[in-house]
């Protein structure tokens, strides 16, 4: 009878890992290591070429993202941290790469960057560097929310060729593995980050791309309504985890 | 390319002494098509050497399965005070070299 109850309890529970474990508790030591190690960590070089562009005189007569926001160590702390935020002006909310190409256009009169390029790569490492060891606080604009809503929605739709979605991996079998990739539980701690694989930075973007491409479904656009809703999801998922940057993930 | 070199500046003599060395590379190895089909020329270092008091006490030979942004860790022996080098050179003929003093005593 008691046996019965506890089965039926736990058929009850909704099946998601009890235990929040990011990317990096999972990696090995070596790699550990190299992320902790600061002339080892090749992310460090988007890093320092973000400080760069930071400071660069954007060539249209305005100021440069220093300019108006001074010192980014002051004024960019924490701020990555609380990202996909609200946008007043476009009526959304936007993702850390959004905001500083619509920084670009509004203020700069310059051209965005493109979504996959090096100095937009380099700029949002930087800015995220500034939140570094602070807790992951998603945006508590309550228009956010129905965009968090949908974000849920998609991580558990099923998608593609191999109708799997999202949660299926990340929630129920995280920890286990595909080939001899270690799954790991999805909580987005470091983006843009290193990976070895890429042998490059890549964003969270790019990241979503390899998985919706891996179970053959049609991936969206970077800085689209679909991918900054997952992301917001995501983030609130990972709420209170903290930031690290650069990352290095396998 | 940047570089991330790291060279202790101090050391006791018959000290055994770590060098770090990250350089910024893409590491091209001529084997990958660009968007237009056509091969990317083959753009790697190939070569690292690592020069203390004039003398070659460190060298590297690379090939193109070597990782993008390659990272080099080796050791060397402090015996008096005197320039580190660091020199590499790329397919596309661009020489780099970075050096410190280290300072023995």
Known sequence: MRLAALLALALALPAVAEERVTGFEQMSEDLQAMQNDPVANPGLFWIADGETLWSEDPGTGADSCKGCHGDASDSMAGVAASYPAWDEESGRPVDLAGRINLCRTRHQDAEPFERVSDELLSLAAYLTHQSKGMPITPDDDPRTDPWRERGEDLFARRIGQLNLSCAQCHDRLAGGHLGSALIPQAHPTGYPQYRLEWETMGSLARRFDNCIFGVRAEPYEAGSEDYVSLELYLKSRAAGLTIESPAIRP | ?105
């Not at chain 2, 060098?19 to 270092?45: A, S, W």
């Not at chain 2, 080098?85 to 410190?100: N, P, V």
Request: net charge negative; charged share 20%.
């Open chain 2, 1 to 105: 390319m940047s570089a991330l070199v790291n060279i202790p500046e101090t050391a006791a003599p018959g000290e055994i002494v770590d060098i770090k060395v990250l350089l910024q590379h893409p590491m091209e190895t001529g084997f990958r098509t660009g968007p237009d089909g056509k091969l990317v020329p083959r753009n790697i270092i190939h070569s690292l050497r690592c020069l203390y008091l004039s003398e070659e006490v460190f060298a590297a030979e690379l090939f193109p399965a070597v990782t993008a942004n390659p990272f080099f860790a080796f050791t060397l022996v402090a015996e008096t005070t005197g320039e580190v080098e660091i020199l590499w050179a790329d397919d596309a003929g661009e020489e780099q070299r970075q050096s410190q003093t280290l300072t023995v005593g």
